[in-house]
């Protein structure tokens, strides 16, 4: 396959006769890398803290039932459940449902996953999981976790690291393309031109120029297999909020 498009991506399969094998073929933007599914899982949040992880599913489970589940619990937490410590809420005009846990101690520590019910075979899918890390100093961290800007405007988000994570690869990674940009290295793609920058002294700050509509959504520093996702507000130039409107991560 040559001249590769992004909606070139997606499944495909090699046959002989009536015998078959899947492909699955995913199209990365120039001068973007696209991450693994089975990396940069591990989230870190501080004792006593929050946090809230983003969910993307296709457009058309939109109406499916959707859930948080803790691989030791058995209990499934659906979305629109809004208790003291715990939020799950479905943005169906984002294709996204969000889970934000609040007041986090060592024993939330653990797997979870995003999980919706298909209504087809497999019956249910699984559309993200990590592993919830609960430390008193997080091996990654952010200083804010949501920041906003204006339309053509830039934005800088200072990501922080434990010692031990020194020498690994940094990274700022978007979720729901996948695509991330390493440091020391200035990508331009058809969305904002992205620079990181890291200091040596156990942080790197993340700047993105030229901000689009388009921008708006959930990323996450990544510095190995640890991460802390950032949420990101790009205003139109009139002042009106694009794609998530007074979003708060933490907002019941």
Known sequence: MTGLRLTDSGWYWCSAGDALSPVHLTVIEAGVESYSS???KVLTVQTGGSVTIPCYYDKKYTQQKKYKKKKKNKSNTYTNTSEENLS?????????????????????SGFYYCV????????????????????SAPD????????????????????????DYQNKLKRWCRYKDKSCHTVERTDTSQNSS???SDDGRRSFTVRMTG??????????C??????????????????????????????N
């Open 88 to 108: 799950v809420i479905d943005h169906p005009d984002q294709s996204l449902f969000t889970v934000t846990m609040r007041n986090l101690q060592d024993k939330h």
């Open 194 to 196: 992205v620079q990181i």
């Open 38 to 40: 089975q990396s940069n």
């Open 116 to 135: 919706v019910e298909t209504g087809e075979q497999p019956l249910i899918k699984t559309i993200y999981e990590t592993y919830l890390k609960i430390q």
């Open 211 to 220: 901000l689009r509509l388009t921008d708006s959504g959930w990323y996450y």
């Open 140 to 163: 990654v961290s952010v200083v804010s976790s949501s920041v906003s800007g204006h339309e053509g405007g830039d934005i800088s988000v200072q990501c922080v690291y434990s010692s």
């Open 222 to 251: 990544s510095a190995g297999e640890a991460l802390n996702p950032v949420h990101l507000t790009v205003i139109e130039e009139d002042g009106v909020f694009c794609l998530s409107k007074n979003f708060s991560p933490h907002k």
